[in-house]
């Protein structure tokens, strides 16, 4: 996807297995994405979270790739950030972006 965030390295094979692993590399990818539409749009992590009625603290997190989205949490961030979000995920590889509506 243009413009989003992919996981870099591949997963190495004796962590394929574990959905954990996976997970933390779909929970960075989506931090990364949050960040650099957040940072494009000239925000700051407390006005997303005003705009996505949440804490500041949960945005810090979300960045930080500590945490696993729900798709309401997806829905709320989207919105936040006036944006589409695009999610692809095949494998071990996801890839997130949020790609401004058009006008």
């Known amino acids: ?28 990818a989506l931090g990364q994405a949050v960040y650099d539409r957040r940072t494009a749009l000239g925000f700051t992590q407390g006005q997303l979270a005003d ?10 997190r979300i960045e930080g790739g500590a945490v696993a989205p729900t798709v309401a949490l997806l829905g709320a961030l989207s919105r936040a950030l006036d944006a589409r979000l695009g999610l692809s995920v095949e494998d071990d590889d996801t890839s997130v972006s949020f790609v401004a509506r058009a006008t």
């Open 1 to 28: 996807m243009h413009g989003g965030y992919r996981t870099q390295r591949p997963v190495p094979d004796e962590h394929r297995a574990d959905p954990a692993y996976v997970e933390a590399g779909a929970a960075i």
């Open 51 to 60: 705009r996505a009625g949440m804490a500041e603290a949960e945005v810090e």
